[in-house]
């Protein structure tokens, strides 16, 4: 039987931590001085990068936990520890700094990368999306269709996306930048309390697991 509570938490989750609205004015920014043609083709390659990385890591993550001697409760703890974080900065109002390194800023600089750093990865595809593409991948469910629901989490965020910065500029001049962070703090408080159940649930594992708990 389809476990919509779990489809439900999944993308909801996947679609807060890519906050395909909270990129708009990063990208309104990058290709201020483009023409539309070339920011049509800056948004199909970023949204093709950001999608073929978290599918990458949804279908490849249980390969990554095995090589690396990762457990799942470990795993767990530190993405939700990880999506606090973010979620704290995006409830301040401000851009993941995670997503967004100094290095990365003076990439932006080299036009043709612009597409897939920053805005491929990691505005979209960051470590915080990944961390939670992974984390619902390795989920224990009853059905193994529900994990469906993980890779229409990562189309329909990175749609929104396309849809949305498409747009973009049209967007950027009716909402404005308070517009985009009230939206971002939305989106934050509801990522912080996915990330305390992420913790939550990887500690009662934990314990399961080391038979502290049955």
């Not at 906050?19 to 920014?29: I, K, Y």
């Not at 949305?164 to 930048?177: C, E, M, W």
């Amino acid at each position: 039987m389809v476990d919509w509570a779990f489809g439900a938490t999944a993308m909801a989750s996947i679609f807060a931590i890519v906050d395909p609205l909270g990129v708009v004015p990063f990208f309104s920014v990058l290709t201020d001085d483009m023409d539309a043609f070339q920011k049509q083709q800056i948004v199909s390659k970023a949204c093709l990068t950001a999608t073929i990385t978290l599918g990458v890591f949804a279908v490849f993550g249980q390969w990554i936990f095995a090589g690396f001697g990762f457990t799942i409760p470990a795993f767990k703890i530190a993405g939700g520890v990880l999506l606090f974080g973010v979620a704290l900065e995006m409830l301040h109002g401000e851009r993941p700094r995670s997503r967004l390194t100094a290095q990365e800023r003076e990439e932006t600089l080299e036009r043709d990368e612009v597409a897939i750093v920053p805005l491929g990865i990691p505005l979209l595809a960051g470590p915080g999306a990944i961390t939670t593409v992974m984390i619902y991948m390795t989920a224990p469910v009853s059905d193994f269709a529900d994990k469906m629901f993980v890779f229409a989490g990562i189309l329909v965020s990175v749609l929104s996306a396309l849809v949305l910065l498409h747009n973009a500029d049209r967007i950027f001049r009716k909402i404005g930048r308070t517009g985009a962070r009230a939206f971002g703090r939305i989106m934050g408080l509801l990522l912080a309390a996915i990330a305390v159940q992420f913790v939550i649930d990887g500690i009662i594992a934990a314990a399961r697991l080391n038979g502290l708990l049955r």
